[in-house]
């Protein structure tokens, strides 16, 4: 079954901290995955796609076929990064197939 | 230009009523979904439309219908409320599969009592 995991429901650090948020996944075939982030009182949104390599806001994700892993990482964290973030594959109909989510907390 | 605006954003009701949840884009998108957020369950996708005049079941449909009559709307629809559907209801849109890129609605927090 296609299945997407985060394991981590809260992960707090401190400003200026590494932070790795996970996400591994379940899926045949190689799907496209894509991280989104919801800030308090915003709209859910797309914050990046692995297919396009960027980084955004200081954030990269790298697709690991081998543990079928796509986690989010930020050499340093800031406050600002306070969200909760969802990493989603598209499944192999048309939609994407969210995680649990995790809630991140930047502390001063 | 508004994107995706969903109405009503609260509502209360009592098992067994009936109500309509409106999504509406205006970014001529043809991929429309609802999909309903709970504590601890992330977002899941109820129904979704590749088109006008086309729906599809996600991951929880049992509960719910759709219609997508025309292009920018999509409606999400309550046919007999029941206390497990508490959620709040997300519509997204976008232009394409491949592109991956979802555009939201604010949500819309529905209880039933």
């Known amino acids: 079954a296609q299945r997407v995991t985060q394991p981590e429901k809260l992960l707090s650090v401190f400003k200026g901290a590494p932070v790795e948020l996970k996400c591994n996944y379940s899926?045949?075939?190689?799907?496209?995955l894509f991280w989104y982030v919801q800030y308090s009182r915003q709209r859910l949104q797309l914050l990046l796609r692995?297919?396009s390599r960027e980084s955004i806001k200081g954030f990269t994700a790298d697709l690991n076929k081998g543990e079928t892993s796509f986690h989010l990482k930020k050499p340093f964290a800031q406050e600002e990064d306070s969200a909760m973030y969802y990493c989603?594959?598209?499944?192999?109909?048309?939609?994407?197939?969210f995680g649990k989510g995790t809630s991140l907390l930047v502390t001063p | 230009n508004a994107g995706v605006t969903q109405t009503p954003k609260f509502r209360v009701l009592k098992t067994g009523q009936s109500m309509t949840l409106l999504c509406a884009q205006d970014?001529?998108?043809?991929?429309m979904y609802w999909y309903r957020q709970d504590p601890g369950m992330g977002l899941r996708l109820i129904h979704y439309?590749?088109?006008?005049?086309?729906?599809a079941k996600g991951e929880v449909p049992d509960g719910y219908n759709v219609s997508r009559l025309k292009k920018q709307n999509f409606l999400l629809g309550l046919e007999s409320a029941a206390p497990s559907q508490t959620s709040v209801y997300f519509c997204?849109?976008?232009?394409?599969?491949?592109?991956?890129?979802?555009?939201f609605g604010e949500g819309s927090r529905l209880t039933v009592l």
């Open positions: 997204a849109s976008s232009y394409s599969k491949g592109i991956g890129e979802l555009f």
């Open positions: 899926y045949s075939g190689s799907p496209e």
């Open positions: 692995h297919i």
């Open positions: 989603a594959p598209l499944n192999s109909g048309y939609a994407l197939n």
């Open positions: 970014m001529n998108h043809e991929y």
């Open positions: 439309s590749v088109g006008e005049g086309t729906t």
